[in-house]
C-alpha cells in the first residue's frame, strides 16, 4: 500500500547546487505532478506528465526539470540551486489525466537552499 | 483559466462548534471542484469533490461542501468541530480538460483551522 512515496523527506543545499528529487507511485497511474508549497502561497505547479515520454510545464517551471521514462518515476531536477527554491515539494499522481479525478500526494520533501 | 479565493488564512472555532471555511471561484467552464485536507507534515488528502452530480456533497469525516453556482461559491461545512479536524484546509478547481498546466487544477492558498477545547 505504497502510495506515492518521495525521497528525501529533508534536504539541505548549497546554492548552486544540483539535486534531484525522487517520486515513484505503484497505482499504475498516468498523469503525475510536482507542486511547490510555500507559506501563504498555496500549492503551484511545476510540471506535470500525462504518460510516460510527455511532460510540460506548470505555473513555476524555471529552474527545474523532469523526465518520465517510465509510468511509475518522475523525478524532479533542480539544475543550480538558488534560495527560492528553498521550499515544500510535492509529487501528485492521479488515474485522470483531464484532472476530474482525485490527486494522490506524497508526504512532501522539505528543501532548504543556503 | 480559473482562479480560487479562501477567505480567511486562519479561522478558529471552539469544538462542537459549527465550521464554515469559505471558497469562492472563477472559471469560464463547468468547473471540478474539490476540497483537500493537509496534517502536520503530510501531504494532501482528499475531503470531497464536485463533478456535476450533485450540488451538495458529502466528504469523509463529516465533512459535506456545496456548488452555488449564482454565487460562484464552494463553501465546506462540517455542523461540529472536533480536536482531530485542526489542519490545513485547501480548495481547489479544474477545468477539467487533458493536461495540468497553468489551467489544470488550481489551489487556493489555504486556510488553516484552528479548534479551541
Known amino acids: 500500500n505504497a502510495g506515492v512515496t518521495q525521497t528525501p523527506k529533508f534536504q539541505v543545499l548549497k546554492t548552486g547546487q544540483s539535486m534531484t528529487l525522487q517520486c515513484a507511485q505503484d497505482?499504475?497511474?498516468?498523469?503525475m505532478s510536482w507542486y511547490r508549497q510555500d507559506p501563504g502561497m498555496g500549492l503551484r505547479l511545476i510540471h506535470y506528465?500525462?504518460?510516460?515520454?510527455?511532460?510540460d510545464q506548470g505555473e513555476v517551471p524555471n529552474g527545474y526539470n523532469v523526465s518520465r521514462s517510465t509510468t511509475e518515476d518522475f523525478p524532479l531536477r533542480l539544475l543550480s540551486a538558488a534560495p527560492s527554491q528553498t521550499s515544500v515539494y510535492f509529487c501528485?499522481?492521479?488515474?485522470?489525466?483531464?484532472?476530474?479525478?482525485?490527486?494522490?500526494f506524497g508526504e512532501g520533501s522539505r528543501l532548504t537552499v543556503l | 483559466a480559473q482562479s480560487v479565493t479562501q477567505l480567511g488564512s486562519h479561522v478558529s472555532v471552539s469544538e462542537g462548534a459549527l465550521v464554515l471555511l469559505r471558497c469562492n471561484y472563477s472559471?469560464?467552464?463547468?468547473?471540478?471542484l474539490f476540497w483537500y485536507v493537509q496534517y502536520p507534515n503530510q501531504g494532501l488528502q482528499l475531503l470531497l469533490k464536485?463533478?456535476?452530480?450533485?450540488?451538495l456533497v458529502k466528504g469523509i469525516n463529516g465533512f459535506e461542501a456545496e456548488f452555488k453556482k449564482s454565487e460562484t461559491s464552494f463553501h465546506l461545512t462540517k455542523p461540529s468541530a472536533h480536536m482531530s479536524d485542526a489542519a490545513e484546509y485547501f480548495c481547489?478547481?479544474?477545468?477539467?480538460?487533458?493536461?495540468?498546466?497553468?489551467?489544470?487544477?488550481?489551489f487556493g492558498k489555504g486556510t488553516h483551522l484552528i479548534i479551541q477545547p
Open positions: 501528485a499522481s492521479s488515474y485522470s489525466p483531464t484532472n476530474t479525478g482525485e490527486l494522490f
Open positions: 497505482m499504475n497511474h498516468e498523469y
Open positions: 506528465s500525462v504518460g510516460a515520454g510527455i511532460t
Open positions: 472559471s469560464s467552464v463547468p468547473p471540478y
Open positions: 464536485y463533478t456535476s452530480a450533485a450540488t
Open positions: 481547489a478547481v479544474s477545468a477539467g480538460y487533458s493536461g495540468g498546466g497553468a489551467d489544470g487544477l488550481t
